[in-house]
């Protein structure tokens, strides 16, 4: 799934959350005076924060802190920034998280809606094209009527240094401590989907899978090794990975030849 139908597939489910209405303007730094006491039970390590309005899906302000996490600037942070940066494998589970949280809101009644915080992680590129782990955590401040959350506070904190391990975790926490829901299982809407290699890639990945170097590679299908360098690069790039071992590695995994 590309960054373009990931965004149309979230913004169909923002709006459900919002249940079709439109945000009444709000002073943004006031919620944010009003909010900044939640931030210190939210990081652990780096950090930004945003406000979000699910009605025309758009980052509405973004902290200066965005620079440290992620390397962009605030005027370059938004949906579709975070969309195009984050990991190829973790696309449909940030959609299949989104899509859990907006029906698990959905089903709270509306005095409960402000009580609780969606928290889960993914895994994003920054600008100097290094992988880092987010902690991805919201909390509603803007709701309409019969409990539609309309505006969001959320907080990105780097995590990289306390998770290692690849598998996401969605909780919804209950921050007046009366019923959390931790390692949700998340409804599974979307599924990953196979990368799109040409038929000379693929040709080129079952060489390297058979343990071929580059230069003798070339010669198997009579091209340069400039050329089997180019399609490593390009595969590379299209399947989110860093290294040819890595590449391997997935293909065989999920069975792309």
């Known amino acids: 799934m ?4 990931a965004y149309t597939e979230a913004r169909k489910f923002w709006k459900k959350a919002t249940r079709y209405q439109d945000a009444t303007d709000i002073n943004l730094e006031f919620e944010l005076t009003l ?12 950090y930004f924060y945003f406000i979000f309005n ?7 302000y973004v902290s200066d ?43 709270l009644s509306p005095e409960k809606v402000l009580r609780y915080k969606v928290s889960y992680d993914y895994r994003i590129r920054r600008t100097d094209g290094e992988y880092i782990r987010i902690l991805h955590q919201l909390v509603a401040i803007q709701t309409g009527e019969n409990g539609s959350v309309l505006r ?17 975790i969605l909780s919804f926490i209950d921050l007046d401590n009366k019923e959390s829901f931790i390692n949700v299982k998340p409804q599974t809407t979307f599924t990953p989907s196979k990368a799109t ?30 050329t089997v360098d180019r ?27």
């Open 152 to 168: 969001t506070l959320g907080i990105h904190t780097d995590i990289s240094e306390f998770k290692t391990d690849c598998k996401p």
């Open 35 to 46: 909010h900044k006491k939640l931030l210190n039970i939210f990081h652990v390590g780096p």
């Open 197 to 226: 290699l040409t038929p000379r890639e693929k040709e080129i990945l079952k060489a390297l899978i058979d343990g071929y170097p580059s230069k003798q590679i070339a010669g198997l299908f009579n091209i340069t090794k400039e």
């Open 65 to 107: 802190s965005v620079t440290q996490v992620l390397g962009c600037n605030p005027e370059e942070f938004g949906v579709k920034h975070t969309l195009s940066h984050i990991h190829p494998e973790d696309l449909t589970v940030f959609l299949n998280f989104e899509n859990t949280a907006v029906e698990f809101f959905s089903q």
């Open 54 to 60: 699910l009605t025309n899906g758009e980052i509405e």
């Open 231 to 257: 399609h490593r690069k390009n595969m590379l790039a299209k399947t989110g990975v860093k290294s040819s071992a890595e590449l391997v590695g997935k293909a065989i995994r999920e069975g792309w030849l």
């Open 2 to 5: 590309n960054q373009t139908d």
